[in-house]
């Protein structure tokens, strides 16, 4: 029977990583009050690619066998207590192997069906067309932005480093919205190092003037705040812990979370929290109208109905705040680090 | 300004509270941590059993006093460990023994014990000085014994062979 138990370590190190990050937001969640989904989104970040920096590292044998400094769990002696006993290993190894078959089915194959038309039956060939609805729209965001720049509702140097008046031209005002011809409701950014916002033609017949504006600033949050670019390189650190649940829990948070955080950029934005909760709910509506007459993944759109919900709820009741602090998530990125290290 | 103090001050308590939550876990399963390198000790029962068993040898030269003068053992990197029995004299080069079951790199971090380091000046092989000898032996438990002695050959292969 072929020998496993050099695995252990690994996959125990990685587990206990991702375990542990998951246990110290929950309790930041618990303890501190909500938090802001910018900074949470920032944060779950940081919980998937410290964990996967330290598996890279141990097995480059880059971190010393006798690590210097406190240490809080000694994952080689735990692993010498699993590997002494077939179930717990056997458990280990299953657990792992059960994690990377959740990821491959419930992320991998969509993204691949998505990505590639042969797979996908439902992929059209797209028509662009002109409307100056979207660039109307865009303009008066842009306005919006520069207006809330200038009072000074942003103060954090790191914040304006990345929404500075030059980066918005960059990252999204030279960006015009493209609209196609579909019966799809579709509004998205595409595009891995030039991303565009795409927007068909039945959602601009959907939403209002307020609402597609609200909704075309959601998109702006996700060029500025790194798009599809950044994603990439979130799905790069997420493969290298495919065998870790505790990774597919804090990918599918964060995946939610981004789309809170840009709720949350848009609403600061636009001061129309209610326009973007609208378009949000028109969207969903009509989506799961569609989903359940083709009575094909209603399970997933009643999952969407589900964060949807959590999304309106956040807009309403939440009030529009400027974007948080980087200081505090320097301190707790810092804190979390540490708390990592002394796993090892 | 309070809410961000209340927000700092809960999060460094909850972290502190996870750290001696995990490390109360750590220490209550596994014992206290073993600390690196080599250390030295008064007698052979402050050797704990993880570095392995000192065995008193069947043979020892009547000029040296049992128990040794010097005791090392390790625990990590490696598990092992050294002792060292002197002729009592005040000559420098008077009759010397040493036992152990450890010989790599981590022999340089000895203290005061570097001539063993430097004769057996790992990788580069022994240097010993003349009259020195190095012997080794594997018991029947799988572990290896090393003696280095600058008494004669015949001498150091009685004290290997009584191991």
């Not at chain 1, 030059?166 to 190092?193: C, M, N, Q, Y």
């Not at chain 2, 961000?4 to 460094?12: D, G, H, K, P």
């Not at chain 2, 050797?47 to 053992?73: D, Q, S």
Request: glycine fraction near 6%; proline fraction near 5%.
């Amino acid at each position: 029977m072929q020998d496993f138990t050099w695995l252990t370590p690994y996959l125990l190190l990685n587990l206990s990583h991702g375990l542990l990050g998951l246990i110290w937001l929950g309790g930041l969640r618990r303890w501190t009050g909500s938090l802001p989904a910018i900074l949470e989104a920032s944060l779950l970040r940081w919980l998937l690619a410290l964990p996967a920096i330290a598996l890279i590292l141990r097995s480059l044998g880059l971190t010393t066998a006798t690590p210097a400094g406190p240490v809080l769990i000694r994952i080689d002696d735990w692993s010498k207590i699993i590997n002494q006993s077939e179930l717990a290993l056997g458990a280990l190894l299953s657990l792992s192997a059960g994690a990377a078959l959740v990821t491959f089915i419930q992320e991998i194959l969509p993204l691949l069906k998505k990505m590639y038309p042969n797979i996908s039956k439902n992929r059209q060939r797209l028509e662009v067309t002109q409307n100056s609805r979207p660039h109307l729209a865009l303009e008066n965001i842009t306005r919006s932005y520069f207006k809330s720049s200038s009072t000074g509702a942003i103060t954090d140097r790191s914040i304006t480093r990345s929404w500075s008046p030059h980066a918005w031209t960059w990252k999204v005002r030279t960006r015009a919205p493209k609209v196609i011809v579909s019966t799809d409701l579709w509004i998205a950014t595409e595009g891995l190092f030039f991303p565009q916002i795409i927007i068909s033609t039945a959602v601009l017949s959907l939403l209002n003037d307020d609402e597609l504006e609200a909704s075309i600033a959601h998109e702006c949050a996700h060029l500025a705040i790194g798009s599809n670019f950044v994603l990439g390189w979130i799905w790069l650190i997420r493969l290298v812990q495919l065998f870790n649940p505790a990774a597919l829990v804090a990918f599918r948070e964060l995946v939610e979370c981004r789309e809170l955080a840009c709720d949350s950029w848009a609403s600061w934005i636009t001061r129309k929290p209610e326009a973007l909760a609208s378009a949000i709910k028109k969207l969903t509506d009509a989506n799961y109208v569609t989903l359940a007459q083709s009575s094909r993944d209603t399970h997933a759109a009643r999952a969407e109905i589900r964060t949807t919900a959590q999304r309106i709820q956040a807009l309403l009741e939440t009030d529009v705040t400027a974007p948080d602090s980087a200081i505090f998530l320097i301190f707790s990125t810092a804190l979390l680090g540490g708390l990592l290290w002394g796993i090892r | 300004m309070g809410n961000s103090l209340r927000r700092v001050l809960s999060t460094l308590l909850w972290t502190a509270g996870l750290v001696l939550t995990l490390g109360s876990i750590d220490r209550l399963f596994l014992g206290p941590i073993a600390p690196n390198g080599w250390i030295r000790v008064a007698s052979i029962d402050a050797v704990p059993a993880a570095a392995g068993k000192i065995k008193t040898p069947n043979y020892f030269p009547a000029t040296l006093g049992w128990p040794p003068e010097k005791i090392f053992y390790q625990l990590k990197p490696h598990p092992g460990w050294w002792i060292s029995a002197k002729v009592n004299s005040d000559e420098p080069n008077s009759g010397t023994v040493w036992i152990g079951t450890l010989v790599d790199d981590s022999l340089s971090s000895l203290g005061d014990s570097n001539f063993l380091a430097d004769c057996l000046s790992i990788p580069q092989g022994l240097r010993c000085p003349e009259g020195w000898y190095f012997l080794s032996k594997q018991t029947p438990d799988n572990q290896t014994l090393y003696v280095l002695t600058n008494f004669s050959k015949q001498e150091g292969i009685r004290i290997i062979e009584g191991l």
